[in-house]
């Protein structure tokens, strides 16, 4: 079965630290392009952070330093480490894989939500 499955998600407060983690089934994980997006409610999805399957990483300017995206593909998992969080961080978090050649595919998580709020 093909899924991501994000998790993590939870209540902080502004400065503190959020660790989510996303793990693939039923994708070639390891040659897979991966990133973590995010939609606050009433806007459009972002791009949060992306890491390439060569290990080549970008980042949205709002949370360069702030964040770090990472990869296992011994463990077919992605994680987004958050420091520093801040209230306009509070989103909806999704883990993605793609690949452009083939075997193509755009698989998507559900989703994590994640409020900054004291």
């Known amino acids: 079965q093909v899924q991501l499955v994000e998790s993590g998600g939870d209540l902080v407060q502004p400065g503190g630290s959020l660790r989510l983690s996303c793990a693939a089934s039923?994708?070639?994980?390891?040659?897979?392009?991966v990133g973590w997006y995010r939609q606050a409610p009433g806007k459009q999805r972002e791009l949060v952070a992306a890491?390439?399957?060569?290990?080549?990483?970008t980042y949205a300017d709002s949370v360069k330093g702030r964040f770090t995206i990472s990869r296992d593909n011994g463990k077919n998992t992605m994680d987004l480490q958050m420091n520093s969080l801040k209230p306009e961080d509070t989103a909806t978090y999704y883990c993605?894989?793609?690949?452009?050649?083939?075997?193509?595919?755009?698989?998507w998580g559900q989703g994590t939500e994640v409020t900054v709020s004291s």
């Open positions: 993605n894989a793609r690949r452009d050649a083939l075997p193509r595919y755009d698989v």
């Open positions: 039923g994708i070639p994980f390891s040659i897979s392009d």
């Open positions: 890491l390439t399957r060569g290990f080549i990483t």
